[in-house]
């Protein structure tokens, strides 16, 4: 059985890994996430843009995958399981899973924002949130050092959004979990699964627009649905 996971911010907030919206509490509470998320706010105030980058990496490095990650690592002792996350945590990756696709970038990935050198460290530690922290330069070429995500106005990566495609046109169940089913590409990628016959399973406490033509919609949160969602899915194959 092939089993395609697209998951969402949802799952990774299981483990007090606040969503962006959550997140602008406090210190960030005045600025937009365009501001904080995008080249423009990178150009116009860098320091600004790493520290709070900075901060949710040392952020997620504190927290735990919940059991929602770690029934997903667990499934690959029964199918050939491909993650597909809009996450930039590595939370599936900790919980134990071996292929996984990161649509918008990773918390744990930096490079030089003149040359595309990577850079491997060290990070400076932040204990404690602050709100203009320089980034570190370069040493090929002395550019900025950046966070590898994807910001408002940059494509996504081409390899990781092919690969995602692929896992969603091929695999027998698509499981998309803790997502708006809002923001695309990658909202269209149940669209993709379903047009080529593939099953659906929607995991979200909340209705979303995939629920009305999702296979299976359940009104769960992911660590509580699933851990208990593949002994269903031979059920669902068979109907």
Not at 167 to 194: K, M, N, R
Request: hydrophobic share 40%.
């Amino acid at each position: 059985m092939r089993i395609a996971v697209l998951s969402g911010a949802g799952i990774s907030a299981e483990s007090g890994v606040p969503t962006f919206r959550d997140d602008k509490t406090g210190l960030w509470a005045k600025y937009d996430p365009y501001e904080l998320s995008s080249t423009d706010g990178w150009q116009s105030h860098p320091e600004r843009v790493w520290a709070w980058y900075l901060w949710r990496h040392h952020l997620v490095e504190r927290v735990q995958p919940n059991d929602g990650h770690r029934a997903v690592a667990a499934w690959q002792d029964y199918a050939d399981v491909t993650v597909i996350t809009q996450n930039v945590d590595n939370l599936h990756e900790r919980a134990g899973s071996t292929t996984v696709h990161h649509l918008h970038g990773s918390l744990f990935e930096f490079w030089c924002d003149t040359c595309g050198s990577r850079f491997h460290g060290p990070l400076p530690d932040m204990p404690e949130p602050e709100l203009e922290k320089m980034p570190p330069q370069c040493d090929i070429c002395g550019g900025l050092i950046r966070p590898g995500i994807v910001w408002f106005g940059e494509q996504l990566p081409d390899e990781p959004w092919q690969a995602a495609v692929e896992a969603a046109a091929t695999a027998d169940v698509l499981v998309v979990v803790g997502t708006s089913a809002v923001v695309y590409p990658a909202a269209g990628l149940p669209e993709v699964a379903l047009a080529q016959g593939v099953i659906v399973v929607e995991v979200n406490p909340e209705q979303t627009p995939l629920s009305g033509t999702a296979t299976l919609s359940i009104r769960e949160s992911a660590s509580t649905a699933l851990p208990r969602l593949l002994p269903q899915l031979p059920e669902l194959l068979a109907n």
